[in-house]
């Protein structure tokens, strides 16, 4: 695993574009169309740009998958982050889905607890090779990452698939939020 720079961005925005294309809790956001795809991008620049101001991006040793971590205690407002807000919101998420998703932000803000952690933001594999151990293997190694930052790991996910292969790596469900589709959030405590 090594630390994504800005000369792997592309790669990664190209992963995690790909990788969530069906996922709901980004269609829910993201105004559906023929922009779709460069909405979902734009919301991947984001999210790097994001990481890497207040935590990290990381990329499999083979470059197939990638992860965005966030630092939540790490976060501050600054020029470069109001800028990345009011990017998003005119290239990606659209005036007319404004308050939904201040609405949906404000409702998952309520349930996550406000702990030093690592948030795992995304996580995405090649869908080509997805299926082939890369996502498991870049996943052991970023619990190993915030077990030595003594962070214990907190997600979200709307992919019924993803419960059991995060509960594989120790995930335990510790609440949900039902809106158009259910929101499973999910913690990995520190090992003891």
């Given amino acids: 695993m090594i630390k994504a720079t800005l000369e792997y961005k592309s790669l990664v925005l190209d992963i995690l574009t790909a990788s969530f294309m069906d996922n709901k809790s980004v269609n829910y956001i993201i105004p559906q169309g023929d922009q779709k795809h460069k909405r979902i991008r734009s919301l991947m620049d984001y999210s790097f740009e994001v990481c890497s ?45 404004l308050f939904k998703t201040i609405g949906r932000e404000s409702k998952i803000s309520k349930i996550q607890p406000k702990e030093r952690m690592c948030y795992l933001w995304f996580i995405g594999v090649n869908p080509i090779d997805q299926g082939l151990g890369i996502g498991s293997k870049l996943l052991k190694e970023l619990i190993m990452e915030c077990e030595k930052e003594e962070r214990p790991i907190f997600l979200e996910t709307s992919t019924m698939k993803n419960l059991p292969w995060y509960k ?25």
Avoid: H
């Fill in 53 to 97: 101001l207040f935590g990290k991006v990381l990329l499999s040793d083979d470059r197939k998958a990638c992860a965005l971590l966030v630092y939540p205690d790490q976060k501050r407002t600054t020029l470069k982050s109001i800028w990345l807000d009011t990017k998003l919101l005119f290239t990606c998420i659209g005036i007319a889905n």
């Fill in 168 to 192: 594989k790596f120790g995930f335990e469900t510790y609440a949900e939020l039902k809106l158009t589709y259910t929101l499973y959030f999910m913690k990995r405590n520190l090992d003891t």
